[in-house]
């Protein structure tokens, strides 16, 4: 069932992101105590405040994957990309690498060379941002102008009314935008496809 389910995501119509976590169970201390005791018998470093990761799911999702999905995200505060075509092919080779993964930010506390990837904060949203500030800004002269006639209260009263307005239509815009128009970088097809 599994299986079929991630191959239903090779024709999905839109870019999807789907998160793994291989630290699937809640935290308790009888789970850290028997975490602890696992890596002390699989030769890992023994946490101290996290669980060791759970593997199968991982394993499986690369298997049924890898012919489309072109890279994965190790996110751990950090995000780094890893090719597919870089993963081990071996369910073994997998678990050791996504095991590998987890001792390397356990152990070393650093997150490898610290390459930096775009994540797709879309950069126009920020000018979006800017622009409607700006109009913002020039509409509430213009009020305070038109308005000048008016008693002090009054006149708060009206453009508080109206900034509020305008902010409330800002944000679901900004939301919109960012939501429907962002685009992530083009990254070169998986060599397998």
């Known amino acids: ?11 999905f119509p839109r870019p999807f992101w789907l998160g793994l976590f291989v630290k699937v169970t809640r935290f308790t201390q009888e789970k850290l105590l028997a975490a602890q005791e696992y ?18 799911g991982f394993v499986s999702a690369v298997n049924n994957m890898r012919s489309f999905v ?6 751990h505060v ?23 993964m ?8 650093t997150f490898g060379d610290k390459d930096r990837q775009d994540i797709c ?3 126009k949203s920020s000018f979006v941002k800017i622009g409607l500030s700006c109009l913002l800004i020039y509409g509430s002269i213009k009020i305070f ?16 009314s109206f900034l509020a307005i305008v902010m409330i ?25």
Request: proline content about 9%.
């Open 78 to 100: 950090h995000i780094k990309r890893h090719l597919m075509n870089e993963l081990p092919e071996t369910n073994s080779g997998m678990a050791q690498w996504c095991r590998d």
């Open 121 to 123: 904060r879309p950069k």
């Open 70 to 75: 072109p890279a994965i995200y190790d996110l």
């Open 145 to 160: 102008e038109w308005f000048s006639g008016l008693p002090s209260w009054e006149e708060l009263t009206i453009c508080v």
């Open 39 to 56: 890596a002390a018998s699989a030769g890992l470093p023994i946490p101290r405040n996290v669980l060791a990761p759970r593997n199968k």
């Open 1 to 11: 069932m599994l299986q079929s389910g991630f191959q239903n995501l090779k024709d």
């Open 102 to 109: 987890f001792v390397s930010k356990l152990v070393a506390g």
């Open 169 to 193: 239509l800002t944000q679901i815009l900004i939301v919109f935008y960012q939501s429907e128009h962002s685009t992530c970088p083009r990254y070169p097809p998986h060599e397998n496809q």
